[in-house]
């Protein structure tokens, strides 16, 4: 195989389009070495929404545009199942007082919501992530973390014992979001997880323990700690599992644009000041998501997780090809139009692909002199198309670019196929090529193609056919009639009132 080509990806911090992977990512050098690559994943206190699906599709694009340009990539999603949300929705009433009990509590109030964003996202047909470290499992790579920021001096004691980040001490601070250091209140502190750019002051790392929160130990990790029983600030936990799992440096860090301030920035900091090397080569965000051009909400009524969507009746792959239409840096307006428009395309691109299986299994194989070189001309345009949608990934992921050549496959062929003398080895590779682009698009085309949409009337057809070439013992044609029925997944049983028939 060639060597894998580069891309021409956004950097949110640099604010320019950067080649990717980076000269110094070690994926450039040793082709076993994978892309590091670290996405911020759920807080598992309420079901995920499209918005948030939005980003995991995105991100999944990023995966499966990366591995079709040729390179290796690991993936680490993290799971958020401490913080404000998730300890507010275990214990509202912050009643109880026992460690042990608050923090089994918090465990048996995040499982369904992490039970249900798997769920999810293997419907959305998103690709697993390599490792999906849990917060609550991570506490002592957080605790070490903590212990080498208070060694260089990049962490103090509040007078409730909680520790916080001094955010002026670290040079690049506000770098990621643009945010104006003149305009911060020096001497604040900020305790609750989120918080908004004109709030930014130091932030939380480890708070010390709180009645009603679940709290650990951190000398049952680090027996000099000096941190007191307590729990980690959300913007930590990335920081520390992160650097567990793919190293001090990363080669691309992504989430919503929503995630830039305090978050992303946060952790850099902390990384950064702990580790005294680069934390990510390569910042990608995508844009938000709107509902009927308004801001998504509970009290709008305009909120949605997929359950709500499949409840409707629509199909979770419709979502999907909705939500990863738009380019990602893009806000994106979900509406129930633009989900039907999906749909549409969707079924096309079934159809489509019924058919090429359909005519592949019947179409002719000719010999070369016969038809000329080129058959009708499809070989050429497949180079073509695959080249247009291999530059459309490598040109900051121009989903816009790359659906149009998969459509370009779809209305051309379909008009080769409606001229007839398409050869068969032709029509395979369109339906490989199709195929390929699904890699990419992970509408499950594969799967879906000649099941649940084959239309009786057509296996009639070519049963009734198959019949009349064997009375006229032209076995060789009937032959080719149930190749093309059991192309499509329909298997054909020869029984003695005749043949039986029922899809796959
Ligand atoms: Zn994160």
Known sequence: MSNPETLSLYDTLTRSYKEFPPQDSPARTNPDEPISYYTCGPTVYDSAHIGNFRAYIFEDQVVRALEYLGWKVKQVMNITDVDDKTIKGANPTGADNEP???????????APYIEAFFADIDKLNI???AVYPRATRTIGAMVLLVGRLIEKGFAYRGEDGSWYF?????????????????QVSVGARVDSDEYDKLDARDFVLWKTRRPGEPSWDPTEYDAASPLPPGRPGWHLECSAMSGRH?????????????????????????????????FVRHWLHCGYLLVENQKMSKSLGNFFTLQNLLDRGHEALAVRLLLLSTHYRKPLNFTFDGLRGAEANLKRLREFLRRLEREEASAPVAPDEELG????????LLSKLKDDFAAALRDDLNISKALAAVFELVGTLNRLLDGGGVRREEIAAARKTLLGFDEVLGLRLGENAGKATIEPAWVEERLAARQQARRERDFARADALRD?????GVVVEDTP???RWHVE
């Open 166 to 182: 001094p955010i002026r001490q670290f040079p690049g601070y506000g770098w990621l979001s643009g945010l104006d250091l003149e």
């Open 246 to 278: 793919l190293g001090e440096t990363l080669d691309m860090h992504s989430g919503g644009h929503d995630n830039i301030f305090p978050h992303h920035e946060n952790e850099i900091a902390q990384s950064e000041a702990a580790n005294g090397t680069t």
């Open 484 to 488: 093309e029925l059991a192309a499509a």
């Open 373 to 380: 070189l080129g058959g009708t001309g499809a070989g050429p």
């Open 497 to 499: 009132e005749g043949p």
């Open 127 to 129: 690709r697993r992530a």
């Open 100 to 110: 042990r009990i608050l923090r089994e509590r918090l465990d048996a109030y995040t």
